[in-house]
């Protein structure tokens, strides 16, 4: 595609219940993070994959976030057992080489739990 | 921990005028410092710079890095109404590996 997708565009979830936030990079792209945004906040660093694999994790608040990518292109990040505190913009980002430094956004998905 | 702080939090401008928004950064290995445009959806890219001293520029946006005092300035000239979002400075490590976004910048230009 174009630019980077993701789904859903806006969730609502019940506290307690699971979530799959989907991430569509930019084809050909090897590099994808995921991001965390508060209300009024700049993104934060949750995680970052270079092809299938999960380089780094350090920024996962804990450890009901998981996020994976198996096949190095398609990523999946999922919250179990959400919390108030989980509400946030949650936005991902890919670029095209390993140490191509421009990250490209997508739309995010805007997490709402109840 | 990297920090990355951007002034001021909001601004109020009218078409026209001109503004300058700051961004200061302590980031262990840095090697570039971004700027974002962020309306209701995704942050796009405007400028990266790796350089100090050197002016990137782009139409009414220009930007400057300062390695010595680890400050950037992005300034947009002839403000439109069009020009109104948050921006957001990023520090970029030297792995490329991640970015450390400061809170933001909320513009608003008035007709």
């Known amino acids: 595609g174009a630019g980077v997708s993701q789904s859903p565009r806006y969730k609502v979830a019940k506290r307690g219940q699971d979530v799959a936030l989907r991430c569509d990079p930019i084809?050909?792209?090897?590099?994808l993070f995921w991001y965390q945004q508060a209300l009024g906040q700049g993104p934060e660093f949750l995680t970052y994959?270079?092809?299938?694999?999960?380089?780094?994790k350090s920024g996962l608040p804990s450890d009901r976030f998981f996020a994976e990518r198996p096949e190095g292109s398609v990523s999946t990040l999922k919250i179990q057992r959400t919390q108030q505190e989980d509400s946030a913009v949650y936005l991902c980002?890919?670029?095209?080489?390993?140490?191509?430094?421009?990250?490209?956004f997508g739309p995010g998905t805007r997490l709402l739990v109840l | 921990e990297d920090k990355v702080v951007q002034s001021p939090l909001s601004l109020v401008v009218h078409e026209g005028d001109t503004v300058t928004l700051n961004c200061s950064y302590e980031v262990t290995n840095f090697r570039s410092l971004l700027w974002y445009k962020q309306e209701k959806k995704a942050p796009t890219f405007l400028f990266m710079l790796?350089?100090?001293?050197i002016e990137k520029k782009s139409g009414r946006l220009s930007s400057i890095l300062d390695k010595k005092e680890l400050f950037s300035i992005l300034n947009i000239t002839a403000t439109q109404t069009g020009d109104s979002a948050i921006y957001l400075c990023a520090g970029l490590n030297n792995a490329g590996n991640m970015l450390t976004f400061g809170g933001g910048t909320r513009l608003m230009v008035k007709p």
């Open positions: 994959f270079q092809n299938e694999a999960q380089l780094d």
């Open positions: 980002a890919s670029s095209l080489r390993r140490t191509q430094e421009t990250q490209y």
């Open positions: 790796t350089s100090s001293g």
């Open positions: 084809s050909g792209h090897v590099s």
